[in-house]
């Protein structure tokens, strides 16, 4: 060795670079980079642009995928131009394999209620029976081939359509399928080497006559148009392992327009078999003398497959969120996401709500950890239906995870679907009980196009199977969603909270979201706690925040109330929730002891939540009854809903607590007020005052009685002798002698009068 020296420095620093190399092999993953300018972006690829896979530009933010090491990402993490670095965290299929056998029986479908409104959707061909133009002149289409490439549809009324697809009887290579208007302008154009192509048009446009182009360079042999579809559809993306060419998959699944993120440029076709499976529970075909019914296989719904997550049945916020984005552009009315996994990550959260600011209905599996899904992504972002799994039996899957940020449940357990290579498998998870509900969601907006995300979602909960403890739980949510009952509801305006359910604790230094439908941007919206205003605020927006004031009360739970009403006053929307629903069920209050006559009257008044008590645990049973907080505790028991916000009477402001249950009490005429225009909240309210508005309440004749009456000696003449009468023939009050109808009424009485109201109520049922 001439020189050692040298050979020893040659052979360090090849180790060293050795060393280097293998460890960055070893230890390199993804992050997601964000910058604030195209500066400070550019900068950064200046020196990284090796390591960057792949950017998506966001409304806030530039932000690109690239492979760090864990050293590496600490030292750019304080260069000044990135302004944040998250990890491209992995989410996985929320599903189980299960070896059952196959079975015939869709248990799902029945479960949800499917069978009973499919007869009220079509798919149908708009095309049809129209007239085709040509060179060689004019004719009727009724589904038979075409030989010509180029040709003009004419109608004689304008025609809606969000899709236009074509079918060629041989494909040699790519070939192109072009739509334009009258006056040559294209409207849309894909292509592609399958035998069907699809378009997707224009929205909110009507068409008299569109021009249909082929254009098949090169080949040898031109292509036939063995069919050419034109709809008006319900567009849902499945976001998964893709979608395989199925037999049972008829012209709703547009494999042509699915986009693959795992390898850019394919088709998004599943190696995996999840995204099959799950697209099938949406659209497999109806009547096609093949497999499966989907839940909207039937209804005018088409799918688009998007492809993010791999053979191996993962993938990345970073892909998730693109494909979010996509799906949006591309014009989709519901996207369903069956995958879940820990992590946040702001470039796939402000990709979902990007989706829901377009009114897009977001639907994800809750996951099958059986775990708090408090930090499962992305069914824990707000405005995300998280979807939990049920059994045949209505039991909640032991795998299915569970919390605050679950919504709504769906079968998911062994579930028949479609698979890759033709086949058909039973596979488990919330995975597969998310397409239900996706199903559902297309069903109501192919029902009414005029709703959006917020009506759809309070749709969904107000019509769901309750199976658990009575309204809201966390393994349940609000049940098992329901088909035909959601179809049903009538048409409203709707507000929901994005973050907050039914009983939730509530931590009072959080915003909360509340959403709102379109039809009330531009008008008010109020919000109460335990009848008291606390904001009114212009809804300006279809996402409002608001930090919720800690109102003092007697008991833990407080009364979340939210109006939504127009300049004159009307309300157009409601939504009342208890939260903070920890109490225990008995009340404790210091002046009523077990002995008390009413003590269990009272109890029962608490339990039910028609009363509160005082901040200084007392109840003052017998303190006399004000008319406000009569009302109030009627209010509570009956549930009614105002109709108007504006006040009835000259004191009773909207400021006044109770002002809004003394509102609704006049809409279902239970109090009249005096002939002065006054309601008098404050005075005291006697006990023929109470008979009348309580026949009032329940319905019943102030003015006739068929039954046998009660002698009680001091009610003759009296203007509540009818009401009376009949709630004593009811039981509600009792057979004494005296009645004492001018006497004012305690709190301990009229707690008494409504348990036995509300015994009374479920004895009629």
């Known amino acids: 060795m001439r020189n050692p020296l040298l050979f020893m420095c040659c052979l360090l620093i090849g180790f060293i670079f050795l060393f280097e190399k293998d460890v960055h092999s070893q230890s390199l993953s993804e992050w997601v980079v964000y910058f604030q300018s195209e500066k400070d972006y550019s900068l950064f690829m200046e020196k990284y642009r090796d390591r960057v896979k792949d950017q998506e530009k966001e409304k806030q933010w530039i932000v690109i995928k690239a492979l760090f090491t864990k050293e590496e990402i600490g030292e750019i993490q304080k260069l000044s131009i990135v302004s944040k670095v998250e990890p491209n965290y992995q989410k996985s299929l929320a599903s189980s394999f299960f070896n059952d056998p196959l079975v015939s029986q869709q248990w799902g479908i029945n479960k949800?209620?499917?069978?009973?409104?499919?007869?009220?959707?079509?798919?149908?061909?708009?095309?049809?029976?129209?007239?085709?133009?040509?060179?060689?002149?004019?004719?009727?289409?009724?589904?038979?081939?075409?030989?010509?490439?180029?040709?003009?549809?004419?109608?004689?009324?304008?025609?809606?359509?969000?899709?236009?697809?074509?079918?060629?009887?041989?494909?040699?290579?790519?070939?192109?399928?072009?739509?334009?208007?009258?006056?040559?302008?294209?409207?849309?154009?894909?292509?592609?080497?399958?035998?069907?192509?699809?378009?997707?048009?224009?929205?909110?446009?009507?068409?008299?006559?569109?021009?249909?182009?082929?254009?098949?360079?090169?080949?040898?042999?031109?292509?036939?148009?063995?069919?050419?579809?034109?709809?008006?559809?319900?567009?849902?993306?499945?976001?998964?392992?893709?979608?395989?060419?199925?037999?049972?998959?008829?012209?709703?699944?547009?494999?042509?327009?699915?986009?693959?993120?795992?390898?850019?440029?394919?088709?998004?076709?599943?190696?995996?078999?999840?995204?099959?499976?799950?697209?099938?529970?949406?659209?497999?075909?109806?009547?096609?003398?093949?497999?499966?019914?989907?839940?909207?296989?039937?209804?005018?719904?088409?799918?688009?497959?998007?492809?993010?997550?791999?053979?191996?049945?993962?993938?990345?916020?970073?892909?998730?969120?693109?494909?979010?984005?996509?799906?949006?552009?591309?014009?989709?009315?519901?996207?369903?996401?069956?995958?879940?996994?820990?992590?946040?990550?702001?470039?796939?959260?402000?990709?979902?709500?990007?989706?829901?600011?377009?009114?897009?209905?977001?639907?994800?599996?809750?996951?099958?950890?059986?775990?708090?899904?408090?930090?499962?992504?992305?069914?824990?972002?707000?405005?995300?239906?998280?979807?939990?799994?049920?059994?045949?039996?209505?039991?909640?899957?032991?795998?299915?995870?569970?919390?605050?940020?679950?919504?709504?449940?769906?079968?998911?357990?062994?579930?028949l679907s479609t698979f890759i290579n033709n086949e058909y498998r039973t596979l488990s998870g919330t995975s597969m009980a998310a397409p239900f509900v996706s199903g559902v969601a297309a069903l109501l907006k192919a029902t009414d196009p005029r709703l959006d995300d917020i009506q759809i979602r309070k749709r969904l909960f107000e019509s769901a199977e309750d199976i658990q403890e009575k309204g809201y739980d966390i393994h349940s949510g609000y049940g098992v969603v329901q088909a035909a009952k959601a179809i049903q509801l009538p048409y409203s305006e709707a507000v929901d909270w994005l973050t907050i359910k039914s009983g939730q604790p509530l931590s009072f230094s959080e915003k909360q979201i509340l959403g709102i439908s379109k039809g009330l941007i531009g008008k008010d919206v109020y919000v109460f706690i335990d009848d008291q205003l606390v904001e009114k605020r212009n809804m300006d927006d279809q996402w409002l925040s608001f930090a919720l004031p800690d109102v003092p009360s007697a008991r833990n739970e407080k009364k979340l109330t939210v109006v939504g009403a127009d300049h004159t006053g009307k309300v157009a929307a409601f939504d009342e929730r208890w939260v903070n629903s920890a109490a225990s069920a008995s009340a404790s209050f210091s002046d009523v002891p077990s002995s008390f006559w009413a003590y269990e009257e009272i109890q029962t008044a608490y339990r039910e939540k028609w009363i509160?008590?005082?901040?200084?645990?007392?109840?003052?049973?017998?303190?006399?009854?004000?008319?406000?907080?009569?009302?109030?505790?009627?209010?509570?028991?009956?549930?009614?809903?105002?109709?108007?916000?504006?006040?009835?009477?000259?004191?009773?402001?909207?400021?006044?607590?109770?002002?809004?249950?003394?509102?609704?009490?006049?809409?279902?005429?239970?109090?009249?007020?005096?002939?002065?225009?006054?309601?008098?909240?404050?005075?005291?309210?006697?006990?023929?005052?109470?008979?009348?508005?309580?026949?009032?309440?329940?319905?019943?004749?102030?003015?006739?009685?068929?039954?046998?009456?009660?002698?009680?000696?001091?009610?003759?003449?009296?203007?509540?002798?009818?009401?009376?009468?009949?709630?004593?023939?009811?039981?509600?009050?009792?057979?004494?002698?005296?009645?004492?109808?001018?006497?004012?009424?305690?709190?301990?009485?009229?707690?008494?009068?409504?348990?036995?109201?509300y015994q009374y109520m479920l004895d009629k049922k």
């Open 612 to 757: 509160n008590g005082f901040t200084d645990h007392t109840f003052r049973p017998n303190a006399l009854l004000t008319r406000r907080h009569a009302v109030m505790m009627m209010n509570r028991l009956f549930q009614w809903r105002p109709q108007q916000i504006r006040s009835p009477f000259l004191d009773t402001p909207l400021t006044l607590a109770g002002a809004l249950p003394i509102y609704a009490a006049y809409g279902q005429r239970i109090v009249k007020g005096y002939d002065d225009g006054h309601f008098y909240p404050e005075r005291f309210v006697t006990r023929a005052q109470m008979a009348v508005m309580l026949a009032r309440a329940l319905k019943l004749s102030e003015d006739s009685f068929s039954g046998t009456p009660y002698a009680f000696k001091d009610m003759d003449g009296s203007f509540a002798y009818y009401a009376v009468q009949q709630l004593a023939d009811k039981g509600i009050v009792t057979k004494q002698p005296y009645f004492r109808p001018n006497e004012f009424l305690t709190r301990a009485q009229f707690a008494a009068m409504l348990a036995r109201t």
């Open 112 to 415: 949800i209620d499917i069978l009973s409104v499919a007869s009220k959707f079509q798919q149908r061909n708009m095309l049809i029976g129209k007239q085709i133009a040509t060179a060689q002149g004019v004719m009727a289409y009724e589904g038979q081939p075409l030989p010509m490439l180029s040709f003009s549809v004419l109608s004689e009324e304008e025609m809606k359509l969000s899709r236009l697809s074509a079918t060629v009887d041989h494909v040699e290579n790519t070939w192109t399928l072009q739509v334009t208007d009258k006056d040559g302008k294209v409207l849309a154009q894909n292509s592609g080497n399958l035998s069907t192509l699809d378009v997707l048009l224009p929205e909110n446009q009507t068409y008299k006559t569109l021009q249909i182009h082929i254009q098949a360079n090169g080949w040898k042999k031109p292509p036939v148009i063995t069919n050419i579809t034109a709809v008006n559809h319900v567009l849902v993306a499945v976001i998964d392992t893709g979608a395989a060419l199925h037999k049972d998959f008829c012209g709703n699944v547009l494999h042509s327009l699915g986009k693959d993120y795992v390898h850019p440029g394919r088709l998004a076709l599943d190696d995996h078999g999840h995204g099959t499976h799950v697209t099938g529970i949406i659209a497999a075909c109806a009547n096609n003398h093949e497999g499966i019914v989907g839940a909207a296989g039937f209804a005018p719904v088409d799918v688009v497959p998007f492809k993010v997550l791999d053979r191996e049945g993962t993938g990345g916020d970073f892909e998730i969120a693109k494909a979010v984005n996509d799906a949006v552009s591309m014009g989709a009315d519901v996207i369903n996401l069956s995958l879940a996994g820990k992590g946040k990550t702001l470039v796939l959260e402000q990709a979902v709500q990007n989706a829901l600011q377009h009114h897009v209905v977001v639907v994800a599996a809750a996951g099958n950890w059986g775990i708090s899904l408090q930090d499962v992504y992305p069914a824990s972002y707000p405005g995300v239906i998280a979807v939990a799994a049920v059994d045949e039996h209505n039991q909640i899957a032991s795998y299915s995870d569970y919390g605050w940020k679950l919504d709504i449940s769906a079968p998911g357990d062994n579930i």
